[in-house]
């Protein structure tokens, strides 16, 4: 006799690359259990994953799990050959310092890592400047223009479901779900009533390079780590990336004109071989900074258990794979102690 057990709902409320992420390893490791849907106001591209300049390396001072685990994972991307629909490429990065650096904890884990002084630089051909050292390195640059889409397919050929509508509160969710996850980013400040969640504002430049740039793309980046400005320079397929700013608390998405002449110059200043690039595109995206990311099981919802996964900043990309896995196993664990798994 054939017992037919009805599938276990779960509503991924968030369609950025959280979201997705989420949704997908749910549905790969428990897709003949469960039945996921993505609830979410908007899709892509108009949400904040898709501004993201997608660049991933080690960012911590100290070793991180989640960073590692996603690193892992685009490394079994590119060696199964899905790199390049995903929108994943490994490329040159060089990260300049003020000061004299030691060398880092991840050094053994990103191809071909070496500390460069000026001097070396310099002879290496990067441009003059104010830096006394700099970290080459390869790293994962990923497209959230080819990215998104390739997570929204794969969800879709897994038998995943999408629903474009506002949640207003999580408890309305019950009625219809027996988990939730909440992956809502800045929005969880009126949907989990989180008030430490802020957006910190960053402005994007889009142009287009020369041909002896795009023919050899390179990552730059300098960060003095202190004040509202950074410069980076990532290359996507179609268009290379200048930015940035981190305006705590500003709220604003319309890009400033001043802003993006100013991120023009500094990209330039850093990097010359940038002369005669077109700008085609400017815009802002809010980052949803919180003191630690929220990724955790409250059960304390009515009978609605609901699993929270927010507050990235601006490593949504860096952490999304490795946080995707830990919200698999914070779901699994209360699926069965409901003994339904």
């Known amino acids: 006799l054939d017992i037919v057990m009805s599938k276990v709902k779960i509503a991924v409320i968030g369609a950025g690359v959280i979201g997705l992420s989420v949704a997908v390893r749910l549905l790969e490791s428990r897709g003949n259990l469960a039945a996921i849907t993505v609830i979410a ?25 989640r960073l590692l685990a996603t690193m892992e994972y685009l490394r079994g991307l590119r060696s199964s050959g899905l790199a390049d629909e995903a929108g994943v490429s490994l490329v040159p990065n060089f990260q300049y310092f003020l000061t004299p650096q030691e060398r880092p904890w991840w050094a053994e884990i990103v191809p071909e890592f070496e500390i ?60 219809d779900y027996q988990l939730a996850v909440n992956c809502t980013g800045l929005g969880a400040r009126d949907l989990a009533g989180d008030r430490d969640l802020h957006p910190v504002r960053g402005q994007i430049v889009a142009v287009r390079v020369p041909l002896s740039f795009r023919e050899h793309p390179e990552v730059h980046t300098w960060d003095p780590e202190e ?9 996507h397929s179609e268009v290379t990336l200048l930015g940035g700013t981190r305006n705590h608390g500003d ?29 085609v595109d400017t815009w802002a ?57």
């Not at 004040?227 to 290359?235: E, M, S, W």
């Not at 319309?254 to 700008?279: F, N, W």
């Not at 900043?313 to 919200?327: D, K, N, P």
């Open 251 to 279: 709220w604003s998405q319309v890009p400033d004109p001043q802003m993006t002449d100013h991120i023009y110059k500094e990209c330039l200043r850093l990097v010359p071989a940038l002369e005669g690039s077109e700008i």
């Open 116 to 175: 460069l002084t000026r001097a070396e630089a310099l002879r290496r051909g990067l441009s003059p400047g104010a830096y006394e050292a700099v970290f080459s390195f390869k790293a994962y640059v990923m497209e959230p223009k080819k990215y998104l889409p390739w997570l929204t397919s794969k969800f879709q050929r897994l038998g995943g479901n999408f629903e474009q509508r506002r949640v207003a509160t999580l408890q309305e969710l019950q009625v």
């Open 227 to 235: 004040g509202d400005r950074l410069t980076y320079i990532i290359p």
């Open 41 to 65: 106001e908007r899709f892509h591209p108009n949400i904040t994953s898709n501004g993201a300049g997608g660049l991933v390396y080690p960012d911590s001072a100290a070793e991180d799990d």
């Open 285 to 341: 995206c809010l980052r949803p900074v919180r003191s630690a990311v929220r990724l955790e099981l409250e059960s304390a919802l009515s009978c609605l258990p609901v699993v929270h996964c927010y507050g990235h900043g601006g490593r949504g990309y860096i952490l999304h794979w490795g946080c995707a896995l830990e919200v698999q196993k914070l779901v699994e664990t209360c699926l069965k102690e409901k003994g339904l798994l």
